[in-house]
């Protein structure tokens, strides 16, 4: 009897035997290999395989298996469609990564990224927030950094629990150099502009201004910039800078530099 009855037909690759869902592969379709775990967008088709593309212009080509990708985390078939589809212009996000339809942002990780302040904040999700949200990265505002190494140790780093830091002006010998050389973590990445603000790292042109104004040593430099712009009071001030940031070219290269970094720091999966 047990012989006869001891072999179990749903044992083997269930995965390819399930009956799943088909869904057409249109192109911009957001979907995951289930077997890699590589992430992208359909842009076309070659010598039979569907082609995804990810966040970084990575393209890799899949074959069209049977539940052999994950749609909102779920196994689906995809299928070539009917008629072939003729690859569209790529719409782009404000920091200049190509945009995905039809992705839900994800659960948020236990990876974040810490800014100084909340403009810090309002200017990172002007630009890079559609980024942010498809990879499930929250970014939270600092009241500064002057208790940076004991809010690191607070938070407890690991290789799951990454941390990415973006500091205001992060040059050799200033206060803010010390302080971030006290953050030895290897699962923190600390990084920054040269900046003395985030103002500055907006481009005077974005602004309708030949340059940011020279404030003297002592006084504070928000209160000074305002001065000579002829701006009431810095709320003012910044609702303007904010408002003229439509994407990554109206900040400067350092900035954008540092953010890329950040994002690719707290997304690299695990080892």
């Not at 399930?18 to 890699?36: G, I, N």
Request: charge should be negative; hydrophobic fraction near 45%; include cysteine.
């Amino acid at each position: 009897m047990v012989g006869r009855y001891g072999e179990d037909v749903l044992a083997g690759d269930w995965r390819r035997r399930r009956v799943v869902p088909e869904v057409d592969a249109e192109v911009d379709l957001v979907v995951e290999d289930a077997d890699s775990g590589f992430c992208g967008a359909v842009v076309g088709f070659e010598s039979g395989a569907v082609v995804l593309e990810d966040r970084h212009g990575r393209r890799r080509n899949f074959p069209l298996l049977p539940a052999a990708f994950l749609l909102d985390g779920k196994p689906v078939t995809l299928r070539r469609p009917a008629r072939s589809p003729v690859p569209a212009a790529r719409r782009r996000t404000a920091s200049g990564s190509i945009a995905v339809a039809g992705v839900r942002a994800q659960v948020a990780k236990a990876s974040r990224i810490w800014v100084e302040g909340v403009h810090d904040a309002a200017l990172v999700e002007r630009i890079w927030g559609d980024d942010l949200r498809i990879e499930g990265v929250v970014v939270e505002p600092l009241d500064g950094i002057d208790d940076l190494d004991a809010r690191v140790r607070d938070f407890g780093p690991g290789p799951t629990r990454r941390l990415g830091v973006l500091v205001d002006h992060l040059v050799p010998g200033s206060k803010e150099s010390r302080i971030v050389a006290q953050v030895t973590s290897a699962h923190v990445l600390v990084t920054g502009h040269p900046y003395v603000d985030v103002w500055q790292a907006v481009k005077p042109a974005a602004l309708g201004i030949a340059a940011w104004p020279v404030v003297p040593r002592g006084r504070p430099w928000k209160e000074g910039v305002c001065a000579a712009l002829g701006v009431a009071a810095p709320a003012d001030m910044w609702r303007h800078i904010l408002s003229r940031v439509d994407s990554f070219a109206d900040v400067e290269t350092p900035l954008i530099n540092a953010m890329e970094r950040l994002i690719d720091f707290v997304t690299e999966p695990s080892a």
